[in-house]
Nanobody
Framework: QVQLVESGGGLVQPGGSLRLSCAAS????????MGWYRQAPGKQRELVAT???????NYVDSVKGRFTISMDNAKGSVYLQMESLKTEDTAVYYC?????????WGKGTLVTVSS
């Protein structure tokens, strides 16, 4: 089993920055992919970014050039550095990990971008 706990959400003005963290615990060895997803009010959950143990990354087009995902393999942690935030980035951000074909989710952290 893998447990995921997100942190770092909050209220930020448009154009501001935030750094989300997700700490994994439990059977963190052999986690092969970690990622961030988000769900805005009234919308479906969507992929934001993923990173593999080998360092390959993938981003949704709307955050390319603004967000950076990184993974600390030793700690089993994943981070999302968010720059130039927009009001449309407002959502609950969820951490996801995959291990041996199973997926694990955190409970989410709220990011609100508003003036």
């Amino acid at each position: 089993q893998v447990q995921l706990v997100e942190s770092g959400g909050g209220l930020v003005q448009p154009g501001g920055s935030l750094r989300l963290s997700c700490a994994a615990s439990g059977s963190t060895f052999s986690i092969n992919t970690m990622g961030w997803y988000r769900q805005a009010p009234g919308k479906q959950r969507e992929l934001v970014a993923t990173v593999t143990r080998g360092g390959s990354t993938n981003y949704v087009d709307s955050v390319k050039g603004r967000f950076t995902i990184s993974m600390d393999n030793a700690k089993g942690s994943v981070y999302l550095q968010m720059e130039s935030l927009k009001t449309e980035d407002t959502a609950v951000y969820y951490c996801r990990a995959t291990r041996y074909g199973r997926e694990y989710w955190g409970k989410g952290t709220l990011v609100t971008v508003s003036s």
